[in-house]
Every structure is written in structure tokens, then in C-alpha cells.
């Protein structure tokens, strides 16, 4: 039950008929604790044009709409009324979602959904750079799944264009040298580097990988079977970061740039019919209107270059074709740099004149800033070459290692292992997704690495805690009821059943950190109750009940931060 939804829906109801009006969205959650629960902003108003008292218009307005034993109401500051769920009905809710998989989620109406993530180009080995669109896509799917959506993902991988010229040439190369290419291959940015150097230093070496380029693009044998060779080395790479970093996307996900060879010419030919192409110092362009370059000259979105190959644009715009037309897609989100808006921009709007996208579909971008050090400097290594994710990443559960160590020394080598692995990846993917997304981020392995503030382990600890507890009660299994009598015990109560409401917002614009900022809070409410309401030592039927209460938080606790990618262990 979304609670939040209830009192909306019932005082909007109830002041639009009074005052004759429509009032929609006036009761919100409480920014501030002492503020109470919720705050319904047309009261107020709606009183003046009645000409009664707020506070009484408020309290017949809670008999009228059933909502008495619900909820009371208080006036407060100039403009809002403070509505107050009582303990009985927060209580009777939480009885009934304790009992509920869905922690209270009511379900939605289906939509089917794509999310393009990750898409690193495989070229090269995935570098940080690709940690952000990873991380909050996965944390995105599983959000949209755990609501009941109809998920695809899309890893649309870059494997072709003229980068892998230089790649085939290097490898045909080395074997005719008679190298072992599988040795060759093992470290992938190495092999890139050293391809991408010949192609600039020697010329003759720059000639054959163009003629490779032209090669694959025909299909010769020879080309295909190196490439393949070399994709599938670089897919296993990726997999291998996936894994590690607990990401969802598995090789039937990855519908690669190469996977629309076939539709390009088609595009060209529908974009030609529909009297969309121009010819543009020898190359295939669309001009739109709203694309305006410097000196408000048309930009074009080329669609094929004057020597016959498709850039970028093209093979995306056939995704889109193939997302609405063989998908049958009612949005498709995708999770792409800042740095890409003017490209998705002209894809949009491009494919919605070619009548790819239709009215009722949806694409939208959900931008993000850049990963950047300390300093506020990209993240590169000493030698000004990207950081590979898997270093990050490898990195990440050493620290932690580390970290745990020192905190728990008792715990065996092994368990402390799992723990780091655990409490590392949280860390690095919970310093992403608290974040919000469409700002830069500096990376620092302290904060992000810290038992206190709004982190991962924090969490992760939060949740240990209560595990902890049931180890010691001995019990997992509660017969009984909440009951609340404390504060402490309301105001975790009330936190509990916002759960419903904080997947809602979390998804009214794609942003992560309102579920985090959730937990966090969700963990601060605990911590006071739990220094304020002793558990295992109080009688009958409180302790049973608060067993109850801290049940549910570690059952809350432990599905978000799953629907962040996150983990949790039962000790650290
Ligand atoms: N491969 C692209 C890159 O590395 C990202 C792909 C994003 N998705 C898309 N449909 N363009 O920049």
C-alpha cells in the first residue's frame, strides 16, 4: 500500500469537491521530523475561500473522507497542515506487509521496458568510464523488475567500425610472426595501445588496417573469423567485470552495433523514400529544423559518410527501428554520458520523423556526469591512460579487505575474504548511485569505504546488526504482532511503510539516490530505536514486536540495497 497515495487521493477528492476545483498532488511526505508524517498543501487555501478554520476544515475533511483512526491532523506554520498517522494504523500496516514478498509494492500496469546500459566498445577493455552507465542501469533494471515491468536489456556493444582495422591487421600480423594470439590477447588495452601505435607511426601498417576495415565490412572469411576471435575474447573480459561487479547483464543481453549491418542499407532506403535524405558533400544526411550548428548553420545527423560506411547514428537509429518494430518497446531508457545528448537528441528525433518512434513510445535519455579524482581531475593513470574497471574493482575488495581486518580480526581469513568482496563492490557501486546522477563525482575510497555516513558498509553493518541480534534471541520464526507504544518504535514504523512511496520516486526520475537516501535513513531510524527501545531483554508482548520491527527493517534493508546491485552479509 502506497500511503502516500491514500491521503492524496482522498484529500484531493474530498477539497476538490468542496471547493469545486481540481487539487491535485497537495499531500506530500514530511521534509522534517518534526514536522510529522505528511503535509497537505491546499488546506489552507481552501479554508480562506471557505471562509472556516483550517484545522476544523482539516479534521471533517479526515472524518468525511474515512480516514478517522487513519490519521490526525495539526496546524502548522502559515501554509500547511501536519497530518499524523496514528500508531494503530501504522501498526495494523506493518502487520500485513510483514507478511508480504513485496514489502507493501502495490503492483503497476506492465509496460515493456528496454534500458540500453553499459555498451562498452570492445575494442579496448572496459575502463572506469564505464562504471557509471553500468551501475545505475542494473540498479534501474532490477528496480523496474522488482515493480513488475516487462525488462530487456540492452548491451549495445561497439564491435565494428574503423577502430577494429587496425586490430585485425596487428593480429594477422603477429600470427604470420607466428605469436600465440590467445597470449597476445590476455590483456586487451595492451593489445589496443600497441595496434593504435603502429597505425600512427607507420604508414604502410596504416594502409593494411583501412583495407581490413573494408575487408570485414564485405564479409571476407578471413577478416570475420580474426574479429570474431578477437569479440569473443573481449565479451569473455566484459562478462568477467559483470560477475565481479554483480551486474545483471549476462551475453544473450549484448545486441552489438554489428547485430544491424544487415538493416543499414534498409534504413538509408526508408529514410530515402520518405524523402528525409540529403546529399551533403557526398554524404547521406537528414537536416531537422531544431539542429542548429555554429553560426546557426543546419547540423546534420549523417546517416552514411561519403565512402559508403555508417557511422554511429546509423547503426543507433536501426536500434530504434528495432526496439519499437521487433521489441515492440514502450519506452526505452537509456543510460548514455552527458556527453552524448546532442547524438541521442538527433536519434530521436531523427527516427521519430522516420516514423521509427511512434506518439505513444517513449525514449528518453537518462544523462550522467563523469567520475573524477580527488583533485577534480578525469580519472587516469600515471600514464594518462584510462583505469581499467577490473583494477578498480580488485582494488575496491583489497581495501576493504583491509578495512574488515582491522574491524573484526576474528572473523577467519576466508569469511573475512567474503565480507571484503561484499563490502568493496557495495562500496564503489553505492558512492556511484548516492550520488545524483546527472552531476560529476569524486571517487575517494575513504568515504566510500567508511563503517559511518551514508555508505555502503554503513548499510551493510546496519544490516549485520540485526542478524546478529537473531543469533542471539535464537529465533526466526515470531508469532505476534506489532504493537507500537514508543516514539522510537512509531517513527521506524512509519519509515518502514514509505518503502512503497521511495520505489515510486525512485523511478519518477530514474534517480538511485532517492532509495539511498531511503536506507540511510531508514538505518538512522533504526539505530535510535534500537538505543532507545531494548529488545531481547523487554517483556512480552513488546519484545515479540520488536523483534517484529526489526525483522522488517533487515527484510527492507536487505531488498534495497539488492535493488542497488548491493549484497549483504550476515556478519562483519
Ligand atoms: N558504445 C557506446 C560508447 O562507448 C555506448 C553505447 C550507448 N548506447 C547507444 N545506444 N548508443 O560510447
Redesign the pocket.
Known amino acids: 500500500m502506497n500511503i502516500k497515495h491514500l491521503l492524496d487521493k482522498a484529500f484531493s477528492e474530498a477539497l476538490s469537491k468542496l471547493v469545486g476545483s481540481d487539487t491535485p498532488g497537495i499531500v506530500k511526505q514530511a521534509q522534517r521530523e518534526e514536522f510529522g508524517h505528511y503535509q497537505a498543501n491546499g488546506v489552507m487555501a481552501a479554508a480562506k475561500k471557505l471562509k472556516t478554520n483550517p484545522r476544523e476544515l482539516a479534521e471533517k475533511l479526515i472524518e468525511d473522507i474515512g480516514l478517522k483512526g487513519t490519521c490526525f491532523t495539526e496546524i502548522a506554520g502559515p501554509g500547511f497542515v501536519n497530518i499524523h498517522l496514528t500508531s494503530d494504523f501504522v501498526a495494523q500496516q506493518l502487520n500485513s506487509v510483514i507478511k508480504d514478498s513485496s514489502l507493501g509494492v502495490p503492483s503497476t500496469e506492465v509496460s515493456k521496458i528496454v534500458v ?6 570492445l575494442a579496448k577493455e572496459m575502463h572506469i ?2 562504471l557509471r ?1 553500468t551501475a545505475i542501469g542494473d540498479s534501474l533494471v532490477r528496480v523496474l523488475e522488482f515493480v513488475g515491468h516487462d525488462v530487456i536489456r ?1 548491451n ?3 564491435d565494428w567500425g574503423a577502430q577494429f582495422g587496425s586490430l585485425l591487421a596487428y593480429m594477422d600480423q603477429l600470427r604470420q610472426a607466428g605469436q600465440s594470439l590467445s597470449t597476445e590477447l590476455t590483456d586487451l588495452e595492451k593489445f589496443y595501445q600497441a595496434a593504435s601505435a603502429l597505425f600512427k607511426s607507420d604508414e604502410s601498417f596504416a594502409k593494411t588496417a583501412r583495407s581490413y576495415v573494408v575487408r570485414l565490412q564485405n564479409g571476407d572469411n578471413e577478416c570475420l573469423s580474426l574479429w570474431n576471435q578477437f569479440i569473443e575474447e573481449s565479451i569473455r573480459h566484459s562478462q568477467e567485470v559483470y560477475e565481479k561487479f554483480n551486474i545483471t547483464l549476462g551475453v544473450n543481453d549484448i545486441r552489438a ?1 554489428s547485430a544491424y549491418n544487415n538493416v543499414l542499407p534498409i534504413v538509408v532506403q526508408e529514410l530515402e523514400e520518405q524523402q528525409l535524405l540529403v546529399e551533403s558533400e557526398g554524404a547521406k544526411c537528414v537536416f531537422l529544423d531544431e539542429f542548429k550548428g555554429k553560426g546557426d548553420k543546419p547540423l546534420p545527423a549523417i546517416i552514411q559518410k561519403s565512402d559508403g560506411g555508417y557511422p ?1 547514428m546509423a ?2 537509429l536501426a ?1 530504434t527501428r528495432y526496439r519499437t518494430q521487433e521489441l515492440g518497446a514502450d519506452k526505452v531508457l ?4 552527458g556527453e ?1 545528448l546532442l ?2 537528441r538527433q ?1 530521436f528525433a531523427v527516427a521519430k520523423a522516420a516514423g521509427y518512434i511512434h506518439e505513444d513510445q517513449e525514449f528518453l535519455h537518462l544523462p550522467f556526469g563523469g567520475v573524477l579524482k580527488e583533485d577534480g581531475l578525469r580519472f587516469k593513470t600515471r600514464d594518462g591512460a584510462d583505469v581499467k574497471l577490473i583494477d578498480v574493482l580488485d582494488e575496491a575488495i583489497l581495501r576493504a579487505f583491509n578495512v574488515v581486518s582491522e574491524k573484526n580480526p576474528a572473523l577467519s581469513e576466508s569469511d573475512r575474504g567474503e565480507v571484503a568482496r561484499v563490502v568493496g563492490i557495495g562500496a564503489v557501486k553505492y558512492a556511484e548511485l548516492s550520488k545524483n546522477r546527472s552531476t560529476d563525482y569524486i571517487f575517494d575510497w575513504d568515504t566510500m569505504l567508511a563503517f559511518e555516513g551514508n555508505t555502503a558498509p554503513y548499510l551493510q553493518y546496519t544490516y549485520t546488526r540485526i542478524r546478529s541480534m537473531f543469533r542471539r534471541a535464537g529465533t526466526d520464526s515470531l508469532q505476534g504482532s506489532i504493537v507500537l507504544g514508543e516514539n522510537a518504535e512509531l517513527r521506524l514504523g512509519v519509515k518502514l511503510l514509505q518503502f512503497p512511496e521511495t520505489i515510486e520516486s525512485t523511478l519518477d526520475d530514474y534517480q538511485a539516490n532517492v532509495l539511498c537516501n531511503y536506507l540511510y535513513e531508514l538505518c538512522g531510524f533504526f539505530n535510535t530505536f534500537y538505543e532507545q527501545c531494548p529488545v531481547l531483554i523487554a517483556e512480552e508482548p513488546s519484545k515479540t514486536s520488536r523483534l517484529l520491527l526489526c525483522e522488517l527493517t533487515a527484510k527492507t534493508l536487505r531488498q534495497g540495497l539488492e535493488l542497488l546491485g548491493i549484497e549483504t552479509v550476515e556478519q562483519m
Open positions: 540500453d546500459y553499459s555498451g562498452p566498445n568510464g564505464h552507465s540492452a549495445h556493444v561497439g552495433e554511429y547503426t543507433d536500434a537509456y543510460v548514455v554520458g552524448q547524438h541521442l536519434v
